[in-house]
């Protein structure tokens, strides 16, 4: 089934602006227009509803891809926040997209009302195993895509999918990256973070209730203890929870909100990572 492009995104930003500022009006999701140069060409984007089943929970996952670069190319698997998969990170997945990444984003909570996914979220946040299900269900249904490819493969997730993309590390998946956006962290686990072989960004708020200084400590001398290759972990000053979503004020709690700079920081610290492990992108 083919997606509505969410309104108001542009598939590709090369001039480092927020994922979250829009085109005026939007775009098609495919341009007949005449190609203009680089800087504001908008590739033939194809997009994508892709329904499966996971334990018998029916998802719907969205692909973004450009049609416009042939072979192979890297895949990141995006991992939504605990209200559900929206536009925000649909958006992101087309951005990724425009850069000429395949750009997958899983579902783990199903076409639910955001009251209801984030009252869903509640049981599975304790579930590890059912985490790391849905997670590697994510990561088949992405590789199968056409244009994937195995062996450059990236997770990438916002809030609770933070977690579920560090969940997927810790199941031992071929993954070269791991990135958290005011990521979750994931409860104590010291033998499975053995597992991770990624390289792991973590891009967190020093001003978030959420996550507070000593669930970062105990993560941080877990993933030492673990000995995991390569991590680090940015902190933003003065920055909250759900910093990447322009629409976090909406949402009505104060431990919530949008900062375009930490939004813009963030985004070019993960496609500074995705240069280094995956090279250039053709």
Not at 82 to 98: H, S
């Amino acid at each position: 089934m083919q997606a509505t492009m969410p309104a108001g995104v542009v598939p590709k930003w090369v001039d480092g602006s927020s994922a979250g500022e829009s085109a005026p009006g939007g775009i098609a999701p495919r341009s007949t227009s005449r190609r203009a140069p680089r800087a504001a060409y908008n590739p033939p984007m194809h997009i994508q509803d892709v329904p499966y089943t996971v334990g018998g929970m029916e998802l719907t996952g969205f692909l973004a891809v450009d049609d416009d670069r042939p072979g192979p190319r890297p895949s990141v698997l995006l991992c939504h926040e605990g209200g559900g998969l929206a536009d925000n990170v649909r958006g992101k997945a087309i951005r990724l997209a425009g850069l000429g990444y395949l750009a997958f984003c899983l579902d783990y909570l199903g076409n639910l009302p955001r009251e209801e996914a984030m009252a869903a979220l509640g049981p599975l946040i304790g579930d590890r195993p059912r985490i790391q299900e849905l997670a590697v269900a994510g990561l088949e249904q992405m590789l199968a895509q056409e244009g994937a490819d195995p062996s450059r493969a990236a997770a990438i997730g916002f809030c609770f999918g933070g977690t579920m993309a560090i969940e997927l590390g810790r199941t031992g998946a071929d993954l070269k990256a791991i990135v958290g956006f005011h990521s979750g962290l994931p409860q104590p686990a010291p033998e499975d973070t053995r597992n991770i072989r990624a390289h792991l960004l973590l891009c967190l708020g020093a001003a978030d209730p959420i996550i507070p200084p000593e669930s970062r400590t105990a993560f941080e001398a877990e993933l030492a203890a673990a000995e995991v290759a390569d991590w680090r972990i940015e902190l933003y000053g003065g920055v909250k929870h759900s910093f990447t979503n322009p629409h976090a004020a909406s949402f009505g709690m104060d431990a919530l909100a949008y900062d375009a700079v930490a939004d813009r920081r963030s985004w070019r610290s993960m496609i500074g990572l995705f240069d280094e492990v995956f090279g250039p992108v053709d």
